[in-house]
């Protein structure tokens, strides 16, 4: 849908599953869900995460894939892998830094999130963000999402490789990108390089 | 009546519950196919009642749509609305009426079950007086089944005794929101959540239990809006808490008392509100004086810093919401809990102007307007009280009898089933209600039914009261008769009729008329549809508090629904109540309540020392006569779980998903351990959706709140050890305890 950008934010997720129970009413892959959903440590706290595909720029699903089976779309959404070119060898689902993709049986294909094809093509928006009931998913346009104390990026950091993708992340407001390295809240890293620069 | 005819394991092989994963057809077949319309309608799942559209061909529904420019959710659904459709089609589904005969439950003729039932209804009636058959009803039928239900036992029983399942949810919070303000809803809609300064959330699991009002705290939050959550367990929505009070089960009163002692030792009373527009302070503010910080502290559990601090953003904000729910209200002193926190937004001036008020979350599917328009016990459409003379001479004479016609006050839904116990109440009828999963003490209800000469039961599905029947009446479901329903906010909707009853199930409306027929009562029940009921209803609760006169379905489909009161058609209905700082009360002024402290009607001591607390998960829905049959919903929480802390775990040697035995003075209940650092370390929780070996309820008590009658579910004493031998058997099937010996005719 123009105009209509996804944000992913874990902080407000519930626990529910109402995402993954909506998944599977879905058209193209009917009574499969494809959200990934976890209580981070449910003996610790009742912290949950629901997660959709990121719809990276540069897939490395995509790049890893010996069949070429997996196609990303001119508007930015990477899609299951094509039946007839799957080969099942899951190198897609070992690359994945997200943990998307899926290994279907007994269809032996990948599967994953294509942010509802069916649905936003024709004006809809994807299953999930339109149910989630704290909009932990959430589909909408970029000045609503101005509105929460959060700020979207979608600039990752897996080690070396960074990544770009499609869906946002929420993170805090001072925070450009996803990336976690204690050096970047160190006092003494950035006094010394500005003391080697004096 | 008396035991089951046949085991429960037959039962269950007929009857269900049998878990349902798929739409009509499979996921590949029939609902792929283009739906030949789309319903406007609603999830029957809760309270928050979610706009959904349901998809339809062929007279089934086979999936949803979701509703985005319904104002209230927007399109969002939790898990249960999700899969709501999923209990259309379902292969449990009662197709016809049964009868109880010698070898189990076997389909009959209308004719026959009906003739059968006014039958019973004439001998116990004439044998005992009319008030030895009492009729049940239920919080998730539409309003105007309520009405015809209310009507049904006073005009066409001439019984006393008529209450229903709402009497289980929210009642505490009705008793005392009608002594403050001489009202009983809640006094803002949703859309004001957000602009709260502060929300204080005490006894409401909003996460699993009103999913839908997490994104309503939640852009709170993101406006700049603080939230304290007090709850014994840390709830999911505490997970974004800016103060968290961890207080002892059956404390909160200690705890709201604690807080108005500091809001009024500071001096952050709104005075001028007060002396202009409220009753009884002085009395109440005499009271909190005696409850310090520290005391409040010693009671709850809670730190007083925290207390002061909660107090304290409440006293000094511009705007405060207060919301509670059954945590707060299922205790033997709901009403003095529910009194307490409309005295904090009385002092504090935080009512009837935006983002702020005293809030109730409804419940149950239609728990709002379920109890508005006469099946409880005391009171006429319109909430009127069954007590008043003008009230009585009013709604007779819409009904065509003479006022000394109409029965006085009955019993309330546990009144009713232990006088089925002493056998003064010989006959019974029911419809959407299982009171053998959802009352407490589940043994002494067994026991009871048991005793019955007769029990009816209207339902969709054979709920597990319904083994008990000498009758099963094959009713509708939600989606299969028109009908209004009552959202937690107080805005009445549309609950639109989408598809046909199966087979020759039919509408529980047709059920109810036609039973009147039989009794000869039938002039007094001309209704031909739901638009005719409706008809009365709108008349009969004009004046009243609960005005419909304005509503009608085709408003309601215009205008997405419309808050009551809304006396004329032309009025636009009233979401914030007392915008004109008038109350309904005969004085027109908001009445403080003084509150007493009492300890609970089922005290902890040596032998069981720790507390009991029981609730709901998100992925079900009351006694789960319809949710345990969503295989998707099952799947997610298939069985009940005794959720306690590491450290108390760690005394007894309990590890996560061990088998445990929990006791109390009533029962003892064998289910697995879940070992969580989110909840305190002196309580047990068990969800009660459950029915058979594993039903919670098995252990409650019946210490009922002397003014509302709500049983205390929420405080238990007991005790937890591993188990020994335990029956490990996946299903609810009934086991060791058997049925109490059979009595009656």
Known sequence: MFGYEFYIDPSRCIGCRSCLQACEECETHRGKSMINFDFIERRESITSAAYVCWHCDEPTCAQVCPADAIKKGDDGIVHSSLKPRCIACSNCVLACPFGIPKMMEPEQQMMKCDMCYDRTSVGKRPMCATVCPSQALAYIRPEEIARRKEKPTNIFYFGEQKITTKVFMMAPAERDAIALDVVDYMWEEKHELAVAIE | ?745
Not at chain 2, 52 to 60: A, E
């Open chain 2, 1 to 745: 009546m008396a035991k089951a005819p046949v085991s429960e394991e037959a039962l269950k092989e007929q009857f269900g519950p049998h878990l349902n994963y798929v739409p009509p057809g499979g996921w590949k077949d029939e609902s792929i196919h283009p739906a030949e319309k789309l319903v406007k309608t609603h999830c029957c799942f809760c309270g928050q009642q979610c706009g959904i559209q349901l998809k339809v061909r062929k007279n089934r529904i086979i999936g949803f749509e979701p509703w985005e420019d319904f104002p209230f959710n927007h399109g969002m659904l939790c898990p249960k609305g999700v899969k709501r459709y999923m209990q259309s089609g379902h292969p449990d589904r009662l197709l016809a009426p049964m009868m109880r005969r010698t070898d189990g439950f076997q389909p009959a003729t209308w004719d026959e079950c009906l003739d059968f039932t006014v039958g019973r209804i004439r001998d116990i009636q004439g044998k005992y007086g009319k008030d030895a058959f009492a009729v049940y009803g239920g919080a998730s039928l539409s309003t105007e089944k309520s009405y015809l239900l209310g009507k049904f036992a006073r005009v066409a029983l001439g019984t006393r005794h008529i209450d229903y399942n709402g009497r289980l949810c929210m009642v505490s919070a009705g008793t005392a929101y009608k002594l403050a303000f001489g009202i009983d809803r809640s006094t803002i809609p949703w859309s004001e959540i957000p602009k709260a300064e502060v929300l204080f959330v005490i006894g409401a699991n909003v996460g699993e239990c009103a999913p839908i009002t997490t994104d309503y705290i939640w852009q709170c939050r993101d406006n700049g809006g603080r939230l304290i959550v007090a709850d014994p367990r840390m709830t999911p929505i505490t997970r974004n808490a800016d103060l968290y009070l961890p207080l002892r089960p059956g404390t909160d009163l200690a705890l709201l008392l604690g807080m108005l002692h500091v809001i009024l030792h500071d001096g952050l009373e709104d005075r001028e509100f007060i002396s202009r527009y409220t009753t009884g302070f002085e009395d109440v503010a005499a009271d909190a004086k005696q409850w310090d910080p520290r005391r409040s502290a010693e009671m709850t559990g809670v730190p007083p810093e925290a207390i002061e601090k909660a107090a304290r953003w409440i006293g000094k904000s511009k705007r405060a919401i207060l919301m509670h729910a059954r945590g707060l209200e299922h205790q033997s002193k709901g009403v003095e809990n529910c009194s307490a926190i409309v005295n904090i937004a009385l002092a504090t001036g935080n009512i009837g102007r935006e983002g702020s008020g005293p809030t109730m979350i409804t419940g149950q599917g239609n728990g709002q307007g379920g109890r508005e328009h006469g099946q409880k016990c005391d009171q006429l459409p319109g909430q009127r009280s069954l007590t008043d003379p003008a009230a009585r001479e009013y709604v007779a004479g819409i009904w065509g009898i003479r006022p000394e016609e109409l029965p006085q006050p009955g019993y309330s839904a546990q009144e009713i089933m232990n006088a089925i116990h002493s056998g003064e109440i010989r006959g019974l009828l029911s419809m959407c209600f299982n009171p053998l999963v959802s009352l407490p003490d589940a043994n002494f209800t067994r026991e009871a039914l048991s005793k019955l000469e007769f029990l009816g039961v209207v339902d969709f599905f054979m709920s597990e009261t319904a083994h008990h029947a000498d009758v099963v009446l094959a009713g509708s479901l939600h989606e299969e008769e028109d009908g209004l329903g009552c959202s937690a906010e107080g805005r009445v909707i549309h609950w639109q009729k989408s598809i046909d009853p199966p087979g020759q199930a039919r509408c529980d409306s047709d059920i109810i008329i036609d039973i009147a027929h039989r009794l000869g009562r039938g002039q007094y029940f001309p209704f031909k549809s739901p638009a005719d009921i409706l008809e009365e209803l709108r008349v009969a609760s004009r004046g009243g508090v609960a005005d419909y006169y304005g509503i009608t379905y085709e408003r309601i489909d215009k205008e997405k629904g419309i808050f009551w009161p809304c006396p004329d058609l032309k009025h636009p209905g009233t979401p914030i109540l007392f915008a004109d700082k008038r109350f309904y009360t005969h004085d027109g002024k908001a009445h403080f309540n003084k509150t007493e402290w009492r300890p609970s009607g089922d005290p902890i001591d040596q032998e069981y020392p720790l507390y009991l607390t029981t609730g709901r998960v998100v992925s079900q829905y009351l006694s789960g006569t319809q949710t345990r049959r969503i295989g998707a919903l099952v799947d997610q929480y298939p069985e009940p779980r005794a959720e306690l802390h590491p450290r108390l775990a760690q005394q007894l040697n309990i590890k996560d998903g061990d088998w445990v035995t929990v006791t109390t003075r009533r029962d003892d209940v064998t289910v697995r351990a879940m070992v969580v650092k989110t909840i305190r370390p002196d309580t047990v929780f068990i969800p009660y959706h459950w029915a058979g070996i594993r039903s919670a309820n098995r252990l409650t008590h019946r210490t009922l709140d002397p003014r509302s009658k709500i049983p205390e579910f929420k405080v238990s004493a007991c005790r937890i050890k591993h188990a020994t031998n335990p029956d490990t058997s996946p299903d609810d099937r009934e086991a060791h305890h058997n049925d109490a010996p059979r009595g009656g005719a």
